[in-house]
């Protein structure tokens, strides 16, 4: 069995974000970087089935160079290869594009499945596993939280609004995309770390893939507007009804 699990590298969200020189996508130079969540579920599941039926497991990933740390990490948790599509640029690319690019690399590879995660922290469109699975004409099933295979049927459990669940069934080749709580990211052992370093990173020139012309980009792109400050009142239930209306007739003009 042949899989492609898709990932991408996302600043730290506890990271303090400020707008880039140019104003149109955030700075990047101080910034710390992980593995996007939603992706560590597809690692973790492409893993346990590579584990299960003994197949072939291919990490890709689409960015500048910093990206490659990100793999290792794929790497060490059970990946076989890692590809790596170097774009600088990347942050400029809408959706379709960034399916495009996994497509184009996919389309003759014959993978049986496919994994990615729901969305990216970063951006949280959903859009570019389902984009994906269109563009291959591939049964595509999205936010997956439970995943069983066997025999060549994937019988998976979708989360829905509202919370509740449906559970589908479909044949490969097939395209996933993990929801949290699909399953539990191992913790990469120090062995397995460093044999990543020793498994094969094939880079490609974003130039020499196949992606149309962009469709969608930032045009500008800056900080929260300051309204105002936070008031924090203290006391009795009593007290603070008194100082709460004294505070709306003061700023609303209304007479108590």
């Known amino acids: 069995m042949k899989i492609l699990v898709c990932i991408k590298q996302v600043p730290d969200m506890e990271s303090k974000f400020v707008p880039d020189?140019?104003?149109?996508?955030?700075?990047?130079?101080?910034?710390?970087?992980?593995?996007?969540?939603?992706d560590e579920y597809g690692?973790?599941?492409?893993?346990?089935v590579k584990e299960a039926?003994?197949?072939?497991?291919?990490v890709i990933c689409i960015g500048p160079d910093r990206v490659k740390e990100t793999m290792k990490k794929a790497l060490a948790m059970g990946c076989d290869r890692g590809v790596h599509i170097v774009d600088d640029q990347i942050h400029q690319k809408d959706s379709f594009a960034v399916a495009s690019l996994l497509a184009d690399f996919a389309r003759d590879k014959d993978f049986d499945l496919i994994f990615c995660g729901m969305q990216s922290q970063?951006?949280?469109?959903?859009?570019?596993?389902?984009?994906?699975g269109a563009m291959l004409e591939r049964e595509t099933v999205t936010t997956v939280v439970d995943f069983q295979l066997e025999d060549g049927l994937l019988t998976v459990k979708r989360e829905l609004e509202g919370g509740t669940k449906a559970v589908?069934?479909?044949?490969?080749?097939?395209?996933?995309?993990?929801?949290?709580?699909?399953?539990?990211?191992r913790y990469p052992t120090l062995p397995n770390i460093m044999k990543a370093k020793k498994k094969e990173m094939l880079s490609v020139d974003v130039a020499a893939c196949n992606c149309p012309a962009q469709t969608v980009r930032p045009l500008s792109i800056g900080a929260p507007e300051?309204?105002?400050?936070?008031?924090?009142?203290?006391?009795?239930p009593?007290?603070?009804?008194?100082?709460?209306?004294?505070?709306?007739?003061?700023?609303?003009?209304?007479?108590?």
Do not use: H
């Open 168 to 185: 589908v069934s479909t044949q490969l080749p097939a395209v996933i995309t993990c929801q949290l709580g699909l399953n539990t990211p």
């Open 21 to 38: 020189g140019d104003g149109t996508w955030y700075d990047r130079t101080e910034l710390a970087w992980r593995m996007n969540e939603y």
């Open 43 to 48: 690692v973790e599941q492409a893993v346990q």
């Open 122 to 132: 970063d951006r949280g469109s959903g859009q570019v596993g389902a984009m994906l």
């Open 53 to 58: 039926t003994g197949g072939d497991l291919t």
């Open 226 to 236: 300051k309204r105002g400050s936070s008031l924090f009142l203290e006391g009795e």
């Open 238 to 256: 009593a007290d603070l009804a008194a100082q709460l209306v004294t505070i709306l007739n003061e700023r609303t003009g209304i007479p108590a």
